[in-house]
């Protein structure tokens, strides 16, 4: 049992306005109240796009002053008296994605993104607007400060499971050299699939293909790069053999792409799709009817998708220490230099925290 008393203030880093910018503040510390906790964190996760999203390059919709953030794992230090299985001392996972209690279609993400319905909307400005860098908001083999890569490791964690990968099955991630696809890759190694690796950047690849490796000598890992050539594509998708399925995490950027399409139909018959980016002709119609292809849109992860991911953390199905993910910490004070690291340090196996 761990015990910490919680102080009248603390430190957060708070965006005033986009205008004004980022701020490291000393705010009055929240207090424990019905269905609450207060946590003390250890370590916020940093998004590659941060940087853009508070300087106002992204123009995402959510409240000001906001304190900023995404995902992070912590102790608990207070409980609100109708706690009955949480303790103090606790080590948690402080997820940023919140659901309405009565509406579980109302959600958005902490501290980035208040999805633009009215419900949720509400949630962010009235009750859940900020986030997780500041003071205050195991053992499993792994440092805390590499426990947050989870943030990064769920998302396409949920598409996987959405669309019920099967250990053998093969694959296709795409674009996998960006840090949610490379996410993608680990995860769907450690499911016992075997992955075909899509990319435009072949040095990232290749060093994809090595990180994996290193971790993972036994798995099954191909690279290919892609070309723009949606015929040239699926040619040498078919070299591959049977194709199972496919994970798309299409960034805003690349909509215009036509590599979902060689890859979907490079698919089995009743083959699937799980797609949680942003693809404009996700699909030839024709092979959506002819080969049965089931297409499932995504947005995040589930409760239950946390739940067997942590099961699989304690059973060792993911490497460990450097083979895991190379992990970068910062403290609030260094946030300018966080987030410009955070947008460089991207990729399979890299990460960026912020540290109290």
């Not at 995402?60 to 103090?88: C, H, K, M, N, Q």
């Not at 049965?292 to 991911?309: A, H, P, S, V």
């Amino acid at each position: 049992m761990m015990s910490f008393q919680l102080p009248a203030q603390h430190h957060a880093l708070q965006l005033g306005s986009i205008e004004t910018g980022l701020q490291v503040k000393k705010l009055p510390t929240p207090q424990p109240g019905l269905g609450n906790a207060i946590i003390r964190i250890e370590a916020a996760g940093i998004l590659s796009y941060h940087r853009d999203v508070y300087n106002g390059s992204r123009h995402y919709s959510f409240p000001t002053p906001i304190i900023g953030g995404i995902s992070a794992v912590g102790r608990i230090t207070a409980l609100g008296p109708d706690a009955t299985a949480l303790s103090e001392g606790q080590l948690v996972y402080v997820d940023c994605v919140i659901r309405a209690r009565d509406n579980p279609d109302t959600l958005f993400l902490s501290a980035i993104h208040d999805s633009s319905a009215d419900g949720s909307k509400k949630l962010m400005r009235d009750v859940w607007r900020d986030g997780t860098f500041a003071e205050l908001c195991a053992s499993l083999g792994y440092s805390v400060q590499d426990l947050a890569y989870m943030g990064y490791l769920l998302v396409p964690f949920g598409g996987l499971r959405d669309i019920k990968l099967e250990p053998g099955e093969t694959i296709v991630i795409s674009p996998a050299t960006g840090g949610y696809g490379g996410a993608g890759v680990q995860v769907a190694i450690a499911m016992g699939a075997r992955v075909i690796a899509m990319g435009r950047n072949e040095k990232e690849l290749a060093r994809l293909k090595e990180h994996v490796l290193h971790g993972s000598p036994n798995a099954q890992i191909e690279t290919m790069k892609m070309t723009g050539d949606e015929a040239e594509e699926l040619a040498t998708l078919q070299t591959f053999g049977t194709i199972d399925a496919v994970l798309d995490l299409t960034p805003p950027q690349g909509s215009k792409s036509l590599h979902l399409r060689s890859a979907t139909s490079a698919l089995r018959r009743n083959g699937r799709v799980s797609m949680m980016g942003f693809v404009d002709q996700p699909i030839v119609p024709w092979t959506l009817v002819g080969k049965n292809i089931t297409i499932r849109g995504k947005l995040m992860y589930e409760r239950e998708d946390m739940i067997q991911f942590v099961k699989m953390l304690e059973r060792g199905l993911f490497p460990r220490a450097k083979a895991f993910v190379d992990t970068r910490a910062f403290q609030l004070e260094d946030w300018k230099t966080g987030l410009d690291m955070a947008a460089e340090h991207t990729g399979i196996g890299k990460h960026v925290v912020f540290t109290p």
